[in-house]
């Protein structure tokens, strides 16, 4: 199977060579897009037979002369090759349609398919090298997919802030398994995993993890380059870097914690457990705040990747204290909410794609009315939004509330710290789930219902049939992943059994295709039933409707308010939807300020709201370090200038220092 794996990324790499001469062609875009159509399709068949297959380890003769390169199959590897490749395939349906609207496709496609196999490399690798070249070669395509319309300010500035975090991020991994490979120099995933690392070198892994896997998954503080990038990259991209991207990103982060590292400590718990909850909590309040559709929707990754974290928390937390059971349920739980925000985050990025594409907008403040010239599209973004905001009976929903049972199971841990975070993090997960149906909420309300704000909005159209088709696809799985989740969860049992050594108990084995956490008292749910009442409740309702009401007519005009104003500008806005909550968060959390200039009496000058939003972690973090670096470089530009003589004299004074150094140090 692995073999056949790397040909699969043999043949993506072959795709981004021919992309080369046939982007100015007019077969560029389906040959490109429909070969990593396929491709990705065959990668992902092949892992998901090889979730429960036994593992498998290929090296090749390429790579460092005394090392190689290595590459291993595992459950763990298949599940998110899973991931990725299902992903990419349904990003390639979709750019077979919106591809067309690309305005340089010889920017675009020579990259994709680059993008594509490194993700897949990244999951493969079985060692140091192999890994951190696959890691920096999936930082650099996606950083030239995202500069891709560079003539765009913005797109150049979020560029340049992503491939300075993506090095940084690297730089992180690259020492982190530096100390892993300890003085024998054992770059090999196995030799790492048979090494005992001293808990002081156990701790600086941890954080180094935590640096250059957090940052190109997006945990805060490290998020900032994420709503710059995501956005600014065309909207099939947007979905490969938010869906996918950032779970490989997640799967690093695994990869080494819990499978190179060794037994877990409780501290470390502490640590992830943190960063998760106040990630998911700030994530949802940063989405709230946006009128850019597409920067809500990357921010709102911000907030599932804490939740995701909070799984993984609890699992090291469960484990530090020999509780196996608890940690099958909370890996479980996150390894189950990767899949679901995959499924999710994607249909909502084509969704905003597919408004991009008919309107030519992103701002929501110009949107509105489209339910009535889009209506395919408005429903399947209407179902990403009920699934990300957990509401049941699709997979956002199911993912969530078996996070809320491992919070729920053993909150009690002898640990102090433990005691505190794992409580708490219920309190945060609770309020980042309400906020988040808010902001989805907003999103497809001022999106999608109202009346147009603006010409775009009056004007526009459904979008083509392969752009439906992959929103439906992922509609479609969002649906039977909420209805059928132990399918999932029995599917996820090797991946967590490999992690933890534990298991949940068989959920097909249970009656009326229920889902029992840990015992049949404590808790359980049954999708199937909620689907199946809530279909039964809107049908008889309809009935209702249709057949037992009165069939006499009455047409009225809507209630206004006291208001007969036909302006759209009269209706609710973005930014008065998140209003409420800017109050109340915002001053804390944004440093939000609101400047109200009224005109006296008799004057009939309009009056004027002016708010201000800071970002605290910019301002605490990146913009000191930032002016650091401007001032020591504006300090040392006057040695471009200097003459001959005085570089020689420079030179001469260097080598006298280092001289004296090697002295001293002998």
């Not at 491939?163 to 490979?181: H, R």
């Not at 505190?420 to 906020?435: K, N, Q, T, V, Y």
């Not at 992922?474 to 996820?492: E, R």
């Amino acid at each position: 199977m692995i073999v056949a794996l790397l040909l699969c990324v043999a043949a993506l790499f072959a795709l981004a060579v021919a992309a080369v001469p046939l982007a100015a062609t007019q077969a560029g875009r389906p040959v490109i897009y429909g070969g990593a159509l396929a491709v990705t399709a065959i990668a992902m068949l092949i892992a998901l037979v090889a979730i429960a297959a036994a593992p498998s380890e290929q090296a090749l003769p390429i790579g460092l002369p005394w090392l190689g390169a290595h590459f291993r199959l595992d459950a763990l590897a298949a599940f998110f090759l899973l991931v990725v490749d299902l992903g990419a395939a349904a990003a390639s349906l979709y750019a077979l349609g919106y591809g067309k609207h690309e305005s340089a496709p010889h920017r675009v496609l020579p990259f994709y398919p680059a993008f594509l196999g490194a993700m897949n490399l990244v999951v493969l690798a079985a060692d140091a090298y192999s890994f951190l070249l696959s890691w920096e070669l999936m930082s650099l395509t996606s950083w030239a997919l995202v500069v891709s319309q560079h003539r765009v300010a913005d797109n150049v500035r979020a560029g340049f802030i992503y491939i300075l975090m993506a090095s940084f991020g690297t730089l992180a991994l690259l020492l982190g398994f530096g100390l892993l490979a300890g003085s024998a120099g054992g770059y090999d995933f196995a030799a790492m995993r048979a090494a005992h690392l001293s808990p002081g070198l156990a701790a600086m892994v941890l954080a180094l993890v935590l640096i250059g896997a957090g940052s190109k998954a997006g945990l805060v503080p490290l998020h900032v380059w994420l709503p710059l990038a995501h956005p600014a990259a065309p909207s099939h991209v947007s979905a490969l870097m938010s869906g996918v991207m950032t779970k490989v990103a997640v799967y690093g982060f695994i990869r080494i914690v819990f499978d190179l590292l060794g037994a877990p400590t409780w501290w470390s718990a502490v640590v992830v457990l943190v960063l998760g909850g106040v990630t998911s909590v700030l994530g949802v309040l940063y989405a709230l705040m946006q009128h850019d559709l597409k920067r809500l929707l990357a921010y709102h990754t911000v907030e599932n990747i804490g939740i995701i974290f909070i799984g993984l928390g609890l699992a090291l937390a469960f484990q530090a204290n020999g509780f196996a059971a608890g940690a099958a349920l909370a890996l479980t739980a996150a390894l189950f909410h990767v899949f679901n925000h995959s499924l999710f985050k994607s249909l909502l990025f084509f969704g905003a794609g597919a408004v991009l594409t008919a309107t030519g907008e992103r701002d929501m403040e110009k949107l509105g009315g489209l339910i009535h010239r889009m209506p395919r599209t408005a429903f399947l973004f209407l179902v990403g939004c009920a699934a990300i905001s957990a509401l049941p009976p699709l997979n956002g929903f199911v993912s969530e509330w078996l996070t809320f049972q491992a919070i729920l199971l053993r909150p009690d841990l002898p640990q102090w710290g433990l005691k505190i975070a794992i409580p708490a993090d219920g309190a945060l997960l609770a309020l980042s789930a309400a906020l988040a149906a808010a902001c989805f909420v907003k999103a497809f309300g001022i999106s999608f219902l109202g009346r147009p704000r603006g010409t775009a909005a009056a004007q526009a159209h459904e979008v083509d049939g392969y752009s439906i088709a992959a929103m439906s696809l992922f509609a479609a799985l969002c649906l039977l992943a909420g209805i059928l989740p132990g399918a999932v969860i029995d599917g996820l049992a090797p991946v967590v059994h490999a992690l933890s050594g534990a298991r949940m108990p068989v959920q097909l084995a249970v009656p009326f295709l229920s889902i029992v956490p840990s015992e049949a008292a404590r808790s359980s749910y049954n999708g199937l039933l909620v689907f199946l009442f809530i279909a039964a409740s809107a049908w008889l309702t309809a009935f209702a409707i249709h057949r037992l009401a009165s069939h006499a007519l009455r047409r009225g005009p809507a209630w206004d308010c006291g208001f007969p104003d036909p302006s759209p500008a009269t209706q609710y806005t973005a930014d008065s939807f998140a209003q409420p909550i800017r109050r109340v968060f915002g001053t804390v959390v944004f440093g939000a300020r609101e400047k109200v200039t009224m005109p006296p009496p008799g004057d009939m000058s309009a009056a004027r709201i002016e708010k201000t939003l800071r970002d605290p972690v910019w301002d605490a973090f990146y913009a000191p370090i930032a002016g650091a670096v401007g001032a020591v470089t504006q300090a040392l530009n006057y040695l471009q200038f200097l003459t001959i003589r005085r570089y020689l004299s420079l030179v001469f004074g260097a080598l006298v220092v280092l001289l004296l150094a090697l002295a001293l140090w002998q």
